[in-house]
């Protein structure tokens, strides 16, 4: 099987030259950088919203010549992706929608900027106010006129009733997908499961990537049901949090699985519970308030004090049954780096399962320390179940 | 003569004694953690502001059992201060009013939450919007209400305009310090100058300290008159520019008089501009929206894009004519990391002046290398001049 990292370079090429040709045909494409940013504003302009975050080792070096290396590797690739002249897509963007998430990432922004047209958001750090979903609501509106302004549409109410009714379609879609995981033994491993996600995530015309997302569901069930299982029951059952859920942390995902893991489960930006939380449009409200209340919602170690989080993956840990949790941050994440603490001491002290925390970047320069590692990890999970049967 | 990291520790002694006594007489302490706290809010409520933020090294290795050690050195050392039991005025503060200003602070700030009361105001990011304004000022309301309730007192309009005038008044005077070493030969060294100030910061009583600041001021402007001077006419005039301004930059501040330089100016949330900057009450506005006004143009590197501070290091580089410019940023502090690039684009290209980025933390550990990077900077300063006279 193809490593996630082949998947992501094979995936950008044959994406680019799709793209070019909706562009040919005089569609407009819109760069994400977050979760955060509210696509359904993009396909409300009936444009083509795109993930432009770098997720590989490759543009970093470019990057570092303005960049300090103490930025993570997140930051560094995605800048690294625009300048380097390295990737396929990147140019293809008409414009770029992000936000003040994390340090790394605003500041970035400001030098990303000179490479092409953004519309920064200032997103509210503590979403919990209402004074903060008004801020936020503003900011929701200002890029939905920059939005216009720089395709040079006009975006309908109807438009955005339309596009959220997609956008929730798809989240609905993928939730499903994710809890097909559910089962144990179960129809797919995390490596391929991740693989596939990936390929999937990119997508010129919103209804025909429904149907594909129906057609993997579809492919899952019909194993699910006929009870074709890609593991066994009895491998270590493993939940993901923190960062990389979907790209660039093939590395330990690769080694979870081939220490015997399975990846069962991923919380997170990419993961289940992002998918899980829909926009809940009242007939009464203004789409756009109804667009930026999901969004404030979105779980991220970014936010203070971020306590979804923990409420999500307890109810995840007992869901999926799960025998372990991986906690990755990138090196340097400052965000993910502190709330891990608290992480340790929910899933150690609180839900009592072992728990494992690693912070690498995309290079392969660790890999055989993660080995040992994970190695470790996976005997204690192992041991554990052991003592469990026996009393 | 001492050196700022012995006044620190020595300053810190005593004034805990003093302030034990206050509070011996019923007087409540409130800990601020950065320029964004408005202490106009605190000043109003009776009680006394005191500077929590660690500069020394003693309490990282504490605070590194808990954080990770990617985190900036202002972060783990006040974290460090708190939990590690070694500092004499923690202890004493009642409350502390902190924002969500750099992604380290605010996650710190949720560990911090368990050793003292706290609240957290949200600052927005990008500040230069009027929803960005709306915002702070439910943060500032929000803090007054939380500062009535935590010391059990009332906050009257005008014990506000009471307060903000003395606010105004000590700007006023710390921005006329500051001035003085706009002469040269100048009356003081950038050493003594910071451990004055240093020693000044703390103060019990408003009053008092404005009398003091005062008395600092009037000897100043003595040796002015009496054309005492503390360094030569051709010592090559040095802007301190991003972090460190007050306190813990100790290290490189002697390093740079010791290899002949005068540090004549400080741009950043300890320097100048920050005193220049003051409230601006009209008689017919709401206190709470002229503090939360002014509280909001602080410039700092957690904001985006911070323009101000490039107009400020450009119109202080003339005033003060400055010959070179030292940019300090701490170790893992993203935000003035990334910003530096813009930083050096404005000093070298465009103000055609020497330019030295530093980055450091509160160790001793790299002190020699930084010589010989401090010598280099003077030597490009000298041969730079020898070439202007002869020209």
């Known amino acids: 099987m193809a490593t996630v990292t082949e998947t992501i370079q094979e995936v ?5 030259l799709t ?28 444009a083509i919203p795109v993930g432009l975050c770098g ?40 414009c770029v929608i992000a936000e003040t998430t994390c340090d790394g990432r605003k ?32 900011e929701v509106r200002k890029a939905k006129t920059y939005l216009e302004q720089q395709l040079g549409v006009t975006i309908t109410d109807d438009n955005l009733r339309e596009a959220i009714a997609k956008g929730n379609r798809r989240r609905k879609l993928i939730t499903n ?21 990936t390929k999937l995530q990119y997508y010129i015309d919103i209804d025909n990537h429904l149907e594909t997302l129906e057609q993997f569901y579809s492919s899952l069930q019909e194993q699910i049901d006929k009870k074709v299982h890609a593991h066994s029951a009895n491998q270590p059952r493993i939940l993901w949090t923190g960062l990389g859920n979907s790209l660039g942390c093939s590395k330990v995902l690769e080694l979870v699985e081939e220490c015997g893991g399975v990846v069962v489960c991923q919380e997170g930006c990419g ?21 930026a209340k999901r969004y404030l919602r979105v779980t991220c170690a970014c936010m203070t004090p971020n306590n979804q989080r923990f409420d999500d993956l307890t109810r995840l840990c007992d869901e999926f049954k799960i025998d372990g949790v991986i906690d990755l941050a990138w090196q340097f994440c400052q965000p993910f780096e502190i709330e891990s603490y608290r992480v340790k001491e929910l899933v150690k002290d ?18 055989e320390q993660l080995r040992i590692r994970v190695e470790g990890f996976m005997e204690q999970i192992a041991t554990r179940k052991r003592h469990d049967r026996r009393n």
Chains 1, 2 share one sequence.
């Not at 998918?275 to 009464?284: A, N």
């Open 107 to 138: 500041k970035m922004y400001e030098l990303l900027e000179r490479e092409v047209p953004m519309c920064v958001m200032d997103l509210p750090q503590k979403p919990d106010t209402s004074a903060a979903l008004d801020h936020w609501i503003e």
């Open 12 to 16: 950008h090429n044959d994406f680019a």
């Open 177 to 197: 997908l994710y809890y097909c995981r559910i089962h144990n033994p179960g129809p797919i491993n995390g490596l391929e499961f991740i693989n596939t996600m």
């Open 19 to 46: 793209l070019e040709m909706a562009k040919d045909e005089g569609k407009k494409v819109v760069g994400c950088l977050c979760s955060y940013s509210p696509t359904e504003l993009i396909l409300a302009a009936g």
């Open 350 to 367: 609180t839900l009592d399962l072992p728990f494992l925390h690693i912070v690498t970047d995309y290079s392969q320069s660790d890999t």
């Open 55 to 94: 997720s590989t080792q490759e543009p970093i070096t470019k990057a570092e010549e303005i960049l300090s290396p103490d930025q993570c590797p997140k930051v560094k690739a995605t800048y690294g992706r625009a300048i380097a002249g390295t990737c396929p897509i990147f140019p293809l963007a008409d």
């Open 271 to 291: 993961g289940v519970t992002r998918s899980e939380d829909q926009i809940i449009l009242m007939e009464d409200e203004d789409p756009i308030v109804s667009i």
